[in-house]
């Protein structure tokens, strides 16, 4: 079957036009949205102390650092487009593959498309009067605006990326540099403001809050492995790749970083916790309102920018899966002029629509997403290990170092992380594995029908 669809006219191939370039700003682009500038008060609210606010930020970076370490090794020797699908389905077999794509199709990929579509209001009503059903409209909108710029050409999605990465990247810059920089509230106006804000809890920090402020940085994070579904479109991936996901996390860290302590030079950790517009509060302590508003710019092009490179990327998987007969056959189909898997990027706008319709929340989606993806990371990571032993002879032009230590800590810590979310919020977490458990059935049945048509 698989060769008959190969041999078809209409059949044309993915083009290699992202350079290291193109690369490094998909890792930067798809990381960098919605989670640094509304994340910090889910943060404050976990944990409540300046030391414990940056820590989680620090073991956030260090956890995503290992996990990117680990893909440089296997996006290097398999440069494909289905990325962490085709690295789990080659080490673990076919099911525990098509599991990985089911879950970036209904949980990981178009859930994040849809909490950045859930999240992208909260600031566009600072510009334009929103009501609850015209926020819901806008993000729709964001979301089908940008999937038609990336249907029409892969490098049309990579250059609007890389304006808008730009543009998201130097407000951080500028945000940062102002807070530091310009002369902040007097002590007296600062004591003021922050006994306004609610008393957050004393005492002692307990692991399980660690743990529920840990999910929210990793979703400031997420989007560090779609880089892999586009490895396929890379010139020289054996290079490029490794150089793209270690540099690109590695400037996210610094960035992340920098805002946080950004963030507690201007504000205490009560009044991050009071407000979901951490930055913008921050910004306007030592701007005034035109730094506001240039600070609401800036994010709102970091929220188009992060949904732009999840749309671009995260197609190429399910692309993938239907080329290896495990989705619907049209989705394997590349557009013969724009060279693009354009069905594929039709069924994902449509589910990330639907997600932001009917789940809807900023909070409960990235939980959602959270729970979901991070099983499937912690597997991916673990194919370098079962792809050592199953193909010694594979060609590895990146070896990660600290090897098997970096790719057994970061499953292990992941998978911890995934216990602890389905304690502390057992709703989005049973949604997304109720999801995620669904593709069991649904993969044996179109087994079934495949066999039968063969």
């Known amino acids: 079957m698989s060769h008959e669809r190969d041999s078809r006219p209409h059949e044309a191939e993915l083009a290699r036009e992202l350079s290291l370039f193109d690369a490094i700003n998909i890792v930067i682009g798809t990381i960098i ?29 260090v956890l995503t650092m290992l996990g990117a370490l680990s893909l440089a090794e296997l996006g290097a020797a398999m440069p494909e487009a289905g990325g962490i699908y085709s690295f789990i389905t080659r080490a673990f077999g076919r099911l525990p593959g098509f599991l990985c794509g089911w879950m970036l199709f209904t949980v990981a990929t178009s859930g ?21 059903t015209t926020a819901k409209v806008a993000g729709v909108l964001a979301i089908v605006a940008l999937t038609w710029i990336n249907a029409i050409g892969v490098k049309n999605g990579a250059r609007v990326g890389n304006v808008l990465t730009a543009l998201k990247v130097g407000g951080l810059v500028v ?6 920089v310009m002369p902040g509230p007097t002590k007296e106006a600062a004591a003021a403001t922050a006994a306004a804000a609610p008393a957050l809890p004393a005492g002692p920090v307990p692991m399980a809050a660690v743990g529920v402020a840990l999910v929210a940085v990793l979703w400031a994070y997420e989007g560090w492995h779609d880089v892999s579904f586009a490895a396929g479109e890379m010139h020289n991936p054996q290079k490029n790749f490794p150089r793209a996901c270690i540099g690109g996390v590695a400037i996210v860290i610094v960035l992340y970083l920098l805002a946080n302590l950004a963030y507690l030079t201007v504000l205490s950790p009560a009044e991050i916790a009071a407000t979901d517009k951490v930055a913008l509060l921050a910004m306007t302590r030592v701007t005034g309102e035109w730094g506001g508003k240039l600070l609401t710019a800036a994010i709102l092009c970091s929220m188009l920018g992060a949904m732009n490179a999840l749309i671009l990327a995260g197609p190429r998987a399910y692309y993938q899966m239907a080329k290896d007969g495990l989705f619907f056959e049209r989705v394997s189909r590349v557009h013969p002029r724009w060279r693009t898997p354009v069905e594929a990027l039709v069924f994902q706008g449509l589910w ?20 979901g993806g991070w099983i499937f990371y912690a597997l991916a990571v673990l194919s370098v290990v079962a792809l050592r032993r199953k193909e010694p002879g594979l060609a590895r032009p990146f070896r990660v170092p600290g090897y098997p ?4 800590l970061f499953a292990l810590t992941a998978l911890a992380i995934v216990a602890n979310t389905l304690i502390e919020t057992p709703r989005e977490s049973l949604l997304g594995l109720g999801f995620i458990g669904l593709g069991i059935p649904i993969y044996y049945v179109q087994r079934a029908f495949r066999r039968r048509a063969a």
């Open 33 to 61: 949205g919605s989670g640094i500038f509304l994340v910090p008060s889910e943060i404050a609210r976990a944990v409540h102390t300046p030391g414990w606010m940056l820590g989680v930020w620090v073991i956030g970076g």
């Open 112 to 132: 994040s498309i849809a909490t950045l579509g859930a999240a992208f209001p909260i600031y566009l009503g600072a510009f334009v009067p929103l009501t609850p």
């Open 175 to 180: 945000m940062v540099v102002a807070i530091f």
């Open 352 to 371: 990330a629509a639907f997600l932001v319709l009917v789940i809807g929340g900023f909070s409960q989606l990235f939980t959602y997403v959270i729970f």
């Open 405 to 408: 230590f970096v790719p057994l």
